[in-house]
């Protein structure tokens, strides 16, 4: 089983729909959750951490279930300037100060006018 | 602006020559950096661990003879692709957290380094 994975997508939608992401991790040690987005040929950027609680950042919605493993995104009201690739990653710690990012292939996502 | 910052964003070589990528952190000190690589349509694959006044710590399959990293100062990490082959085209991306208290744990990433080899 892949240490992260992701629907693969492509999830194509009209502008305003909502569109929900699915993402599940293999270990059960991770401490951190992060969904990232990426425009094409350009580097990852934080969209928004996840927190157990769940959390919400404007349209972008975000949840963690621990004892399921799996994490989730989800987006109101889609703008053309959505479309993107939505990386769902994850952090543990290995000792001290260090750690480790594993990340998702990624979903890509295509909002339509 | 630009937390990390990365260069050069384009690289076109022959195979056999070898290339180096910079990697700096703008406005705050790093000792740690990471080196991913990502293929088309392929996650981000964390190559190695750059940590400032060592070696680096390389993930498992990837070549230390192959990609030689230094992290001479606090702000600039160099990946050098020694005796690259067209199979080593990708793309290629540093990235490093401010620490606390400046960070909260975020990565930021430089721009990458597109590397295609002929």
């Known amino acids: 089983r892949k240490e992260v994975e992701q629907d693969p997508g492509p999830f194509n939608v009209p502008e305003g729909a909502t569109v929900a992401f699915n993402c599940t991790y293999s270990n059960s040690a991770s401490q951190s959750f992060f969904w990232y987005r990426q425009d094409c040929r350009k580097e990852p950027k934080l969209l928004m951490s996840v927190y157990s609680s769940g959390n919400e950042d404007g349209r972008f919605t975000a949840q963690l279930n621990r004892a399921s493993q799996y994490i989730s995104l989800l987006i109101r009201d889609s703008k053309l300037s959505d479309s993107a690739t939505y990386l769902c990653v994850v952090k543990k710690f290995s000792g001290g100060s260090n750690y480790k990012l594993t990340f998702g292939k990624g979903t890509l996502l295509t909002v339509n006018p | 602006g630009a937390v990390v910052s990365q260069h050069p964003s384009w690289v076109i070589c022959k195979s056999g020559t070898s290339v180096k990528i910079e990697c700096r952190s703008l406005d705050f000190q790093a000792t740690t950096m990471f080196w991913y690589r990502q293929f088309p349509k392929q996650s981000l694959m964390l190559m190695a661990t750059s940590n400032e006044g060592s070696k680096a710590t390389y993930e498992q399959g990837v070549e230390k003879d192959k990609f030689l990293i230094n992290h001479a100062s606090l702000t600039l990490s160099t990946l050098t692709v020694t005796s690259a082959h067209p199979e080593d085209s990708s793309f290629y991306i540093c990235?490093?957290?401010?620490?606390?208290?400046?960070?909260?744990?975020?990565?930021?990433f430089g721009e990458g380094s597109r590397l295609t080899v002929l």
């Open positions: 990235s490093a957290a401010p620490p606390p208290p400046e960070g909260r744990g975020e990565l930021f």
